[in-house]
């Protein structure tokens, strides 16, 4: 079957870095997304990445290693409007997206 | 602004009914889809369609219903059969084919109470 593993619960502090990590499954792979949801509001796409490496925008970057089947988010300088809930979605070999349970981060001051 | 609207944003209903939450974009894409967010679960596909007059039922599309008569809607029915329909349903659109990378953009979401 087909599985994407997230911790479900993570806890930083303001102005600090935090990484979110993402174990995948899946038959195929056509690329790994990051989104960011607050609670109660939709997903708003962050990152995405097909080819290993790590790829940086802003305060946020997101990494892949293809043969490990894993990735992180990188969250830098952390604030109080990051605390929202990631999701690690990963495109299957039918373009079909599978998505994690996601990740919730709170942020303390 | 190009967007997409669902409504209602809370909606309540009596076990038996049926009942339609509305999905709109302006963005001209042509794919859509339906998704349901449950606590503690990933998104799960409910339908999506890729081009007007045609849809695919996703993972759960047992209980559900859905058109695609114009470009810029996509209703989802939730019928009497849906044995478990309290959640939060998500609408989403993407550009299928520009550089594949499937960015979904969603709506606000509408959150379905059964009383």
């Known amino acids: 079957g087909q599985n994407i593993d997230q911790p479900t619960e993570m806890t930083a502090t303001e102005g600090a870095i935090v990484q979110i990590n993402c174990t995948y499954q899946?038959?195929?792979?056509?690329?790994l997304f990051w989104y960011q949801q607050h609670a109660g509001e939709a997903p708003t796409f962050l990152s995405y990445?097909?080819l290993d490496g790590l790829e940086e925008k802003g305060r946020f970057s997101s990494f892949l290693s293809r043969s490990k089947g894993y990735s992180y988010l990188l969250l830098k300088e952390l604030q109080m409007k990051d605390s929202a809930s990631y999701l690690c979605?990963?495109?299957?070999?039918?373009?079909?997206?599978?998505w994690g349970a996601g990740t919730k981060l709170i942020i303390k001051p | 602004d190009g967007g997409i609207t669902q409504s209602p944003k809370y909606l309540f209903r009596k076990e038996g009914q049926n009942v339609t939450l509305s999905c709109e974009q302006n963005?001209?894409?042509?794919?859509m889809y339906w998704y349901r967010q449950d606590p503690g679960q990933g998104l799960r596909l409910i339908y999506y369609?890729?081009?007007?007059?045609?849809?695919q039922k996703g993972d759960i599309a047992e209980g559900y219903s859905v058109s695609r008569e114009k470009k810029e809607s996509f209703p989802l029915t939730v019928t009497s059969a849906q044995k478990n329909p309290t959640a939060f349903y998500l609408c989403?659109?993407?550009?299928?084919?520009?550089?594949?990378?499937?960015?979904?953009?969603f709506g606000e979401g509408s959150r379905l109470t059964v009383l």
């Open positions: 989403a659109s993407s550009i299928p084919g520009q550089g594949n990378t499937g960015e979904l953009f």
């Open positions: 963005l001209n894409h042509d794919a």
């Open positions: 369609s890729q081009i007007v007059n045609d849809f």
């Open positions: 899946t038959s195929g792979f056509n690329g």
């Open positions: 990445n097909v």
């Open positions: 979605a990963v495109l299957d070999s039918n373009y079909q997206l599978i």
